[in-house]
């Protein structure tokens, strides 16, 4: 599908890779791998063609369908707010990216089942030959047969199911798309890669956006998938799990080896065993040699032999086996300096209410967190937790109620959309500057900057020309610049290569002040937190204990509080016969407005159930032509799979059918 040949790109001086060459075929479900900032986001901009190569060239095969999730909602061009697809046959740079989703009002489910303008321009076709009653004709056999092979009919089934996986709850199905926060904006682009036919996907750490539900749906999707994939990811459990070869950048070179992740690890530990091995050999080898001509070189009866093994020595020398540096190259290990203390209570919320609009996110909530905490905040995406954190932070105001900060508290942010703490057209030494205290020498900030690898050069670049795990480092350094004693971090680990995840994890854990984070990497979790708060539907609940005590005590944790309310909750007074009959009235008058309004509702159903009939019938009908038209399904696979269907829609019919009478005794 894509061959790369000589392919080199560099940035000034600095070389992101040189010369490689590569081909990825149909079929491969492909891991990229490397420490942050060796340039995979990078290579997947040359694959897209939206970035020139310094040299070589990417071919991308004739009518070769790419979908494209990029790592984040771009930074700086606020022109593309959700980029999406590139349209077929089109070079690249000038059109990559149908960016319609982020701007227009097109509703989640919409973009999902009529956002493919290859599958739009074949229904109004197949409409307008109905509507000329040629449905008979050739051409309308068809367009039939191209929407079927495009997955048309099961569109709105499929798109439901993936949304679900997801995250998504019926009620965001209709919820237009440009009002949803960035982090669902991304979910609602890989649900529409998901849900077209697309015949390479680039997925640019397609788990960054997902709470921990969806990143497992999506590593069983991605396992049973049958398509072809290039996945970037620093989950090596998730990678694992879903992928047949592996891609590995580093050192400015690439290599692709068939097998998931472990096993490429697998193959690297042994290569290294047996280098390392066969490297011992030779030193032995090589000393028993030198001994032997340290003690003959002066007897002349031996001189042949004594020339004959230095030539050996020689020769060893020059093939001499060396063991390669361990390539990765990530933050190591780093420490928060000391803080002053704070006071025990370090912040607490007083019976605070917060509303979005109509929606209530939480109301009455107290909550405390005291000196040396370490708690997580647990719970189902948009439940609130980064509302909750941004409230602690002082960065969300609220509607009611009272926050108070302790003694000597002083607060640092960590934002999930880390506009809100980087300028991005800074340098990256002026943005560690702008966090640092008068005092603070630009040597001193050099060295906390050299630590999180932005060394020389590197602390001159732009902060909008950073990787996702150089700007993710590079809040890090500022944090540690100004060390805070109270830390709030929104998915610090996002973005972060492994090697750097376990220095962030060490660090915490030597960190003296309190911390309140959110994550969705249960190895950082459980290293981390001592204490869980599970947030869900407004309310939070403390679970004293790690991570794994959490796990263990959901399910059967009763909360106290509300035991006590639901006992104390007030009953409404009700009495007096005129008072009675007036309710009686209002009943009765209720009543017959619900009446019509279930009748409504049962005759929507039904329709909705005669539509969904009338594209099971055509649907049955197109697969019933495919199958009939000996120059498509020689393959065996697929006709089975289409006999099931069909066998399948005639079952789903008669239940449609039995559906509609039942309904239609209900209505009154
Ligand atoms: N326009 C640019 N000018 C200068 N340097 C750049 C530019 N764009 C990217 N870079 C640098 O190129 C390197 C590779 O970036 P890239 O985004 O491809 O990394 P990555 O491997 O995807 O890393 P991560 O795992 O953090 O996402 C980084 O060091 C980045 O700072
Ligand atoms: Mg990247």
């Known amino acids: 599908m894509i061959n790369i040949t000589n392919l080199s790109k560099n ?14 075929n149909q079929g491969e479900k492909i891991g990229l791998i490397g420490p942050n900032g060796t340039g995979k986001s990078t290579l997947f901009s040359l694959i897209l063609q939206e970035i020139e190569s310094s040299k070589g060239e990417v071919r991308v095969n004739k009518g070769v369908h790419i979908g494209y999730l990029p790592q984040e909602l771009s930074f700086f061009r606020s022109d593309i707010k959700v980029p999406g697809e590139i349209p077929p046959g089109t070079p690249a740079a000038d059109s990559v990216r149908g960016g319609e989703a982020g701007k227009s009002e097109r509703t989640v489910l919409m973009e999902l089942t009529e956002g493919d303008e290859r599958i739009m321009r074949l229904n109004k076709e197949k409409e307008a030959l109905e509507s000329k009653n040629e449905a008979g004709s050739k051409r309308y056999g068809e367009v039939l047969h191209e929407l079927e092979t495009l997955g048309f009919f099961e569109l709105e089934h499929k798109a439901e199911k993936i949304l679900s996986g997801l995250g998504f709850k019926e009620r965001d199905f209709n919820r237009p798309i440009s009002q949803m926060s960035g982090g669902w904006q991304m979910r609602a682009l890989l649900a529409k890669l998901l849900t077209y036919h697309y015949d390479l996907l680039l997925l640019d750490e397609p788990t960054n956006y997902l709470d921990l539900n969806a990143a497992l749906w999506l590593k069983d999707y991605l396992g049973a998938f049958r398509g072809t994939f290039i996945m970037i990811s620093h989950d090596r459990a998730f990678l694992t799990d879903v992928t047949n070869y592996t891609l590995i950048l580093e050192n400015g070179s690439i290599f692709k080896v068939q097998g998931n992740y472990e096993h490429y690890e697998e193959i690297k530990a042994q290569k290294r065993t047996h280098l390392a091995k066969q490297s011992k050999e030779q030193d032995k080898k090589m000393q028993q040699l030198e001994k032997f001509v340290a003690r003959f070189h002066a007897q002349p009866n031996k001189a042949a032999s004594v020339r004959a093994k230095r030539r050996v020595l020689e020769k060893m020398g020059e093939d001499k086996i060396v063991l390669p540096p361990d390539p990765r190259q990530s933050i190591h290990n780093f420490v928060f300096p000391q803080t002053r203390r704070s006071g025990h209570r370090v912040i607490s919320l007083e019976k605070i209410s917060k509303s979005y609009g109509d929606i209530k996110v939480y109301e009455d909530l107290d909550f405390e967190i005291v000196q040396g905490e370490k708690a997580v905040l647990a719970g189902e995406n948009g439940a609130g937790k980064s509302t909750l954190l941004k409230i602690l932070a002082g960065i969300t105001g609220i509607d009611s109620g009272n926050r108070i900060i302790g003694h000597n508290v002083d607060a640092g942010y960590f934002s999930q959309t880390r506009t809100d703490v980087l300028n991005i057209e800074n340098t990256v030494l002026q ?67 492994v090697d750097a995840v376990d220095a962030l994890a060490r660090a915490l854990n030597n960190y003296e002040g309190s911390v309140v984070f959110i994550s969705h990497d249960i190895y950082f979790v459980s290293s981390v937190a001592n204490n869980v708060f599970e947030v869900k539907s407004g309310r939070v609940r403390k679970f004293p204990g790690t991570f794994d005590y959490y796990l263990e005590k959901r399910d059967t944790f009763v909360d106290t509080e509300e035991v006590k309310k639901s006992k104390t909750a007030p009953h409404k007074p009700v ?56 120059h498509f399904y020689r393959d065996e696979d697929t006709a089975k799979q289409y006999g099931r269907r069909m066998k399948e829609i005639e079952k789903l019919n008669l239940e449609i059918d039995s559906q509609i009478k039942a309904l239609e005794n209900q209505i009154i």
């Open 11 to 24: 940035y000034g001086a600095k070389v992101l890779f040189e010369n490689i060459s590569l081909n990825i």
């Open 431 to 497: 943005e560690a500057y702008s966090a640092a205290p008068g005092y603070m020498t630009e040597e001193s900030i050099r060295t906390i900057l050299g630590a999180f690898l932005f060394s020389g050069d590197d602390a001159e670049k732009k902060v909008k020309v950073l990787s996702g795990g150089e700007k993710s480092r590079l809040i890090l350094a500022k944090l540690l610049i100004n060390p805070p004693n109270f830390l709030l971090l929104d998915e610090p680990t996002t973005h972060l290569d």
């Open 575 to 630: 009495d007096e016969a005129r008072e009675k009959a007036k309710v009686e009235e209002h009943l009765r008058k209720a009543e017959e407005k619900k009446r019509k309004a279930d009748n409504s509702l049962i005759r929507d159903k039904i329709n909705k159930l005669l539509k969904k009939k009338k594209e099971l019938e055509l649907e049955s009908y197109a697969k019933a032509r495919a199958l009939s038209n000996p």
